[in-house]
């Protein structure tokens, strides 16, 4: 069905999307709508107030705003009629005419006004009363107008739906038909995906190895191996295997190696000693190595007084530190650049407490001052919190800091505009990927002071890279390794079973010889009856005290299926009120997890909370994010799923009174040294390992999967030879 009328009113506009007021002039399917204003929705161009439009879509009900027509297709209808044409040439668009200029127009030009001006705009300098300035506004105006239109139409024609072509045409303008009809692969970016474009490609007869087709496979197999394997390069041989899985073709070596030289020569991707980077990736080592040498290399400060200070802040919070722990605190003030490296328990948070304290005294600075200088941060928000709770100052997740724009993935601080801090303190490094650290030391001045924080052992970022393990192996940089305990008692089991894992050893002689540490034997087969045992005893647990962890996804005994197992012990149904979203159903009071950030509602991914309403009338459900409550519809009811149970990358960043760790032969190549040793870092007073011995032996023995192709260790080490040798 098809509406035409005038754009009246411009309700909600935000990234292209509008919401908007038509009045209607015709449609195809209710006589009785013309000369009413109804309600509108969808992606568009540039339409401006007066437009003349023809909308292409269906009549929907929203849940809150009722009756809306929901637009797949538009034109914009230049009018060719007198009114029409007056109403047009006197709107917003062309700046300077109005309504009286417009008539003289249309007396002297009739109804081929559009037209003329267009083709013959020197027409118009016969008009009195118009400027120079009025016909070149006309003209210029309308011929863009002109394009957009006829624009936006072949790109619906081409294949892109009425949103994507709107995306493309904001991007490239007039440019827009001839990247596509050059190289259609031109346009992959973070919102146009290798996918999309390479089946429309395939649609408009490219060839299956089309030299550009080719080039844009290599650059998405390389984007993908990076961010699903971590790895910062890849071989010669790597990109060739996995080309030829994507294409499912053979590619001729003498086409490849072409392929290759030109992704080089227009600077798509890096070679060097035959290891191929995606060039972005490339030179974020680059700026990590420069930087951190850099401020590595900086005189140490001396400091007036500053024994004198950390004496009477030890012995003002009642804490006797041990050496490493004083030393890690000192070299905060006196070096530039500090890793400081340590196991669950040595007191990391506590050192950067105290590096706070002792900042605030030794600079004299108001609490307002303080924020102005130093910054906490953190890659998750769950670990932001949990830093701010405990050092009792404001952390931030590194996005936040930098004014990540979700909806153009662009960091608002950055080299252009830098954060004019003093003192950065990152915790939980080993999170942080190379994009990240990256776009964050972008973003601050070369002599800020930088101080990472973190455990090396535990599990590396998701995205590229393995920064706090390189920085520390390449040993050209102030490193304190923290070994002594100091938040749990030294006879811990949890912490024993950690440092076991650690050395790769296991020893089960320690389980179930105290209170903090329980192994309840299972397999595939009675997992889950020893599961529902165990768990009847935490049901009146606080949620946010406990964790159930897994290591996989899929299976009967994947996260998935436990997920709705364990919801039914701890809330089962007694007339809650239930809604049903994909494949799984939803109740009030269940737990769950949010998948992504969302920073405008102050949740980010990772964190857990309660359904506290479903409103099956409005669609609507309300999520408690321990007393922050946020409402989720059917825009982003993607952004949760059960909680009960969760992976453990979901679980690195936070701390929980039980932790329950699942382990079973079953989960196969998910076994190994660093998610194990990561998933029982989690756990703050007991720990039950649920499962098959000979499947915590695998993953303790099995240390294959920590290591990454990445030359930042590398690089860091050639700039200090370079050195030496200059």
């Given amino acids: 069905m098809y509406i035409k009328g005038i754009y009246k009113r411009t309700i909600y506009n935000r990234d292209n999307y509008t919401v908007g007021l038509i009045k209607v002039k015709d449609n195809d399917f209710d006589p009785g709508l013309n000369d009413k204003t109804i309600t509108f929705t969808g992606y568009f161009s540039e339409i401006n107030i007066d437009d003349h439009l023809l909308l292409n879509g269906e009549f929907t009900v929203h ?30 668009i062309f700046k300077g005419i109005g309504e009286a200029k417009a008539q003289k127009i249309y007396d002297a030009l009739g109804n081929d006004t559009i037209k003329i001006i267009i083709n013959n705009p020197e027409e118009l300098s016969k008009i009195k009363g118009l400027t120079k300035k009025n016909i070149t506004v006309l003209h210029d105006k309308l011929v863009e107008y002109e394009s957009s239109i006829d624009t936006i139409v ?25 990247i596509i009809k050059k190289n259609v692969y031109d346009i992959i970016d973070e919102v146009f995906f ?33 961010s699903s394997l971590g790895n910062t390069y890849l071989t010669y041989e790597e990109i060739q295997n996995y080309l030829k899985r994507a294409l499912l073709k053979e590619v001729l070596e003498n086409l490849f190696d072409e392929c290759l030289i030109e992704l080089e020569q227009e600077g798509k991707i890096v070679n060097k000693e035959e290891k191929y980077y995606l060039t972005k990736l490339f030179y974020a080592e680059k700026n990590i190595t420069k930087r951190f040498v850099y401020l590595n290399n900086q005189p140490v400060q001396k400091i007036k007084k500053i024994d004198s200070i950390y004496d009477e802040i030890s012995k003002n919070n009642f804490i006797t530190y041990n050496e490493k722990q004083k030393e890690a605190i000192l070299k905060a003030f006196t070096n530039h650049f500090e890793i400081i490296t340590g196991g669950p328990g040595t007191g990391k948070t506590t050192i950067i407490k105290t590096i706070v304290e002792m900042y605030q005294n030794i600079y004299k600075l108001s609490s307002s001052d303080m924020l ?9 928000g769950k670990a932001a919190k949990r830093m701010m709770e405990k050092v009792s100052y404001p952390a931030s997740t590194i996005h936040r800091f930098l004014k990540w724009n979700k909806d153009n993935n662009k960091f608002g601080v950055n080299e252009y505009n830098k954060a004019a801090v003093k003192m950065v303190i990152i915790d939980e490094v080993s999170m942080i990927d190379t994009y990240l650290l990256d776009s964050l030391l972008k973003g601050l001045y070369y002599d800020t002071k930088i101080i990472l924080v973190g455990d090396h052992n535990q599990l590396p970022s998701i995205g590229p890279g393995q920064l706090l393990k390189d920085l520390i ?54 997992l889950i009856d020893k599961l529902n045992e165990l768990l009847v005893g935490y049901v009146d647990v606080a949620y946010t005290d406990i964790a159930i962890l897994a290591p996989m996804y899929k299976t009967k005994n994947g996260i998935d299926n436990l997920n709705l197992i364990v919801r039914e012990i701890f809330n089962p149904q007694v007339n809650q009120n239930e809604i049903v979203l994909g ?11 949010l998948l992504v950030n969302m920073p405008d509602d102050n949740v980010y991914n990772g964190d857990v909370g309660i359904i506290t309403e479903i409103n099956n009338n409005d669609k609507e459900i309300y999520i ?59 756990a703050k007073s007991y720990l039950y390992l649920v499962g098959e011995e000979m499947a915590m032996e695998k993953a303790i023995k099995n240390n294959l999967l920590n290591e990454r192709n990445t030359t930042l260790l590398d690089m860091i080490n050639e700039m200090y030879e370079e050195k030496s040798i200059n």
């Fill in 63 to 92: 849940n809150k705003y009722g009756d809306q027509f929901l637009t797949h297709s538009y034109e914009i209808i230049i009018p060719e009629e007198k009114d029409g044409i007056v109403s047009f040439l006197s709107s917003d």
């Fill in 154 to 178: 072949k790109l619906n024609e081409y294949g892109f739906t009425n949103k994507d072509s709107t995306l493309l045409y904001n991007k490239y303008k007039e440019k827009t038909m001839d």
């Fill in 583 to 593: 494949d799984t159903k939803y109740r009030e009071g269940d737990k769950v997890i």
């Fill in 473 to 526: 192996e390449s040993n050209q940089f102030t490193v304190i390794k923290l070994n002594e305990l100091y938040r749990q008692r030294e006879s811990s089991n949890i912490i024993t079973l950690a440092r076991d894992i650690n050395d790769g050893n296991f020893d089960k002689d320690i389980f179930n010889c105290s209170d903090d540490l329980t192994y309840i034997k299972a397999d595939s087969y009675d």
């Fill in 194 to 226: 290798y996918k999309k474009v390479d089946t429309l490609a395939l649609r408009h007869n490219y060839d299956v190895l089309d030299k550009r087709r080719i080039k844009a496979t290599i650059l998405y197999v390389m984007m993908e191996v990076t």
């Fill in 372 to 380: 102005n200088d130093l910054v906490l941060l953190a890659p998750t």
């Fill in 624 to 682: 408690d994010f321990d007393g922050n409550i946020v409402k989720f519809n059917k825009s982003n009811y993607l952004n949760f799923k059960l909680g009960y149970v969760i992976s453990i990358h979901k679980a690195q960043g936070s701390e929980y009174k039980v932790v329950i760790i699942i382990m079973l032969n079953e989960y196969g190549r998910m076994l190994y040294r660093k998610l194990l040793y990561t998933a029982v870092t989690r």
